[in-house]
């Protein structure tokens, strides 16, 4: 493979701050910003695992995503969040995966629709336009043997009725709008010639170039340094102010969670165990397992012999016997225990399962038990935004 020598072009040699995005036109249908983006009903896909049987990698997810909105999902290596961000843009492999139910509305140009249905045609008009994604590794993304402005030209040629030189425009202004100077030369550079965090701005640059509705960010700068990472995670705020646009934002990391979510949605094991906008679910998490969590990690100043384990909050009885309702039987749901006594399970898929509003705007997944028996299963629906809350507002940065 050939390829124009030239110079690396590293996070020094991007702004500081980007440059404000110049005007540019407005390519999508203004958004109701009291109706969700993205509401997500009883998702279910699994994948085929030869002989064995399926492997179910979510089950009876439900989250909603407000205009605006950074939504977090959080949650340990293979719980699946990966699988629901990439369904919502058919980008789950099936076979071997399948979707198996639920539904996915999302508010196109064109009113609601179910991502879910769509065919592969509808979709491909969505995917980088309306929606967008970006990933860890941007290296598995961007082809090494194009320039980046062709990537990013394509990417607005594809989806927007602009000239060769409109789409140039557009392209330039995009990467000044991630922060990279001299925008016009580096259109002819190759994504060998960018280092890891210059790679992670051109990649945001193409997400968007198109001005999507929705960004799905699945674990976007954790293969970064901890400097480069807060810049970009910083541009990405920057720029979801400017823009109406949501995000789900997808990490393990609860200290980007802490500086970047409105709404946190915590996964184990293929479902949602709590919900709830950041300051409550950081302030008072109760299901043990998002307990857990916060108790593992290390504070500055705490002296203690040994770290907290979440298996030390999990496999304390009591940490199950704490929530809202506790008295009249509400568990919090849990795969390695024995369900409790008084379980009426549905006869569904994840029907041993409930996301309960334990209390106000607060919702913890618990057992199908006689307490919750005759609840009706709806997503969790929060429009909070940090950026709205009269109480937070001046705190945010
Ligand atoms: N292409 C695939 N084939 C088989 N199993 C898969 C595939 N993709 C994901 N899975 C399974 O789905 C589950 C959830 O995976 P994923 O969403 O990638 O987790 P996360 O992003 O939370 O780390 C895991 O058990 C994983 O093994
Ligand atoms: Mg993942």
Redesign the pocket.
Known sequence: MHHTRGPIFDDSSAAATPAAAPASRKIHKSLNESEPLLRVDNLAVS?DNGSGPR?Q?VDGVRMSLYPRQTLAVV?E????????AMSMMHLV?RP??RFDRGRAMFQTDAGPRDLLMMSEREIRTVRGNEIAMIFQEPMTSLNPVYTIGDQIMEAILLHQRVTFSEATRIAIDSLLSVGIKDAEARLRAYPHQFSGGMRQRVMIAMALACQPKLLLADEPTTALDVTIQAQILELLRDLQRTRQMGMML?THDLGVVAENADVVCVMYA?RVVEYANVFELFGNPMHPYTRGLFASIPKVGELRDRLVTIADVIDNPEAFRSLPGAEQGVRPWWPWHEPPADLTARNEPAGDYYLQEVKPEHWVGVWRTKAVQEHESRPPDLAYRIADDPSRAASAP
């Open positions: 994948f492997i990698a949650g290596s293979g719980c699946g969040k990966s699988v629901t492999p071997p995966g997808i293929g």
